[in-house]
Every structure is written in C-alpha cells, then in structure tokens.
C-alpha cells in the first residue's frame, strides 16, 4: 500500500452542492483513473489521464469533471448534475509500457443527502 | 464498447477445495486480462494477469486460462484457504492503444474453514 492517495476517507455533503475528491500519486505513473464501486456493478470507469494535460470520458462520465494539471494530481469534481452520487469513488495509476497493473487509492465514501 | 460478464456473483467452497472464476468478453481486440482481488475493507490488488499470446498463466495456488476464440478466460484457485475469502473482479483491456480496464461486476468468494 502507500503510493497513492485519496483523502478524505468519508465525505457527506447536501443534494445540490458540488464536491471535489482528491487522489494524489508519488509513484511517478503517466496515467491515472477514477471509478465507482456499487454493490453487484463492479469497478465503472468514470475518467482517465493517460498523461498530464489530457483526460478521457470513461463509461459514466455524466455529471462528473477531473483535470490532470500535474502529473501526481487527477482530482475528481462530482457535479450536481450526477443524479445518483451516493458511492464509493476508487483512484488509480498506472505506469503503462511495461506493466500495466493499477495500483488503487484506499478509496472515498461520498453520502449526498 | 467492450463489455465483461462475471460468473458466478458469490461462491461458497469448502477449505482446501478449488475454486473457479468465469468471465467473458464483447471486444475481439482485448489482449490483456487482470484478476483483480478485494478483501473486506480494502482497496483491489493484482493477482495474476494474462495476455492474449498466452492460454494460461500460473502462479502457486492461482492460474488464469484464455480462449480466445471463445472469448472466455477464467481464475482457478487450488486448495483454498480462508484468507482468499474476498471479492475477484476480472478485467478486459487493449493495450497499448487504450490501456483503460473495463471490469466484470466481481465474485464474493466465502472459503468457509
């Protein structure tokens, strides 16, 4: 473990209101992913950096926004445009080249009410 | 877009019994398949990979097995223990050109003592 990092732990925030999660890398990895983890869906892609300055919709891209200024950064915006935010968010990097492992973040619950 | 279905959802073996994971793909491209495994709590790691050169890969007590005119791989764990009690998601990917995961909505394996 250790690596990457995802603050904070637990998140609740009011319907309405947008919400940034953090997920900070010191391993020196190209790309970095978000994805949300529900009950019975599995890991759903939401955005992905394969490099600084540059990032790609995943799977369930709507009502979310990430920006990759530094390499070790790929904050994740949960807009209030996201109909169901209620979850647990999950980051990740990956060297890419010669492995492609992801190495995940010990992940944020977020509880809108 | 590729798509990954995962069999069964849960799993309940007896220790010291083996224990199998299905997964299939949509995308006849996809050349690289992680097993990912999450216990309780904490955040997914990998546990062996296989890439589409390969039909199978060992690794002590887990191997992975790939068709690829099936389009169908699998996890196998031998004589299992209560530590590998967690949840095993697949995943389905086309490296280099696009190196994000698309995972299998995961297996909740019980190694009961």
Redesign the interface.
């Known amino acids: 473990?250790g690596g990457i990092t995802q603050s904070p732990k637990y998140l609740f925030r009011k319907e309405g209101q947008n919400v940034t999660l953090s997920c900070e890398q010191n391993l020196n990895h190209d790309?970095m992913?978000w994805?949300r983890q529900d009950p019975?869906?599995?890991?759903?892609?939401i955005y992905?950096s394969?490099i600084v300055n540059d990032f790609?919709k995943?799977?369930i891209a709507e009502g979310y926004s990430v920006s990759r200024e530094k390499k070790e950064s790929f904050p994740l915006t949960v807009t209030s445009a996201q109909k169901n935010p209620t979850a647990f968010y999950?980051c990740a990097s990956?060297i890419?080249?010669v492995s492609?492992?992801?190495y995940?973040?010990?992940?944020t619950r977020l509880t809108v009410t | 877009?590729e798509n990954v279905e995962?069999h069964p959802?849960t799993l309940s073996v007896q220790e010291g019994d083996s224990a199998v994971i299905k997964c299939t793909y949509s995308d006849s491209a996809s050349n690289?398949f992680?097993w990912?495994k999450q216990e309780l709590g904490k955040?997914?790691?990998?546990i062996i990979?296989i890439r589409s050169n390969v039909g199978e890969k060992k690794d002590q007590r887990i191997a992975v097995t790939l068709n690829k005119t099936a389009k169908h791989f699998s996890l196998h764990i031998t004589e299992t223990q209560p530590e590998d009690s967690a949840v095993y998601?697949c995943?389905a990917?086309i490296?280099?050109i696009d190196?994000?995961?698309?995972?299998?909505?995961?297996t909740l394996l019980a190694v009961q003592p």
């Open positions: 473990d790309a992913y994805y019975g869906q599995g890991l759903r892609l992905y394969q790609q995943g799977d999950l990956s890419d080249g492609y492992e992801q995940f973040g010990p992940g | 877009g995962q959802s690289y992680p990912y955040r997914p790691q990998l990979d998601f995943a990917s490296i280099p190196n994000k995961l698309i995972f299998g909505t995961g």
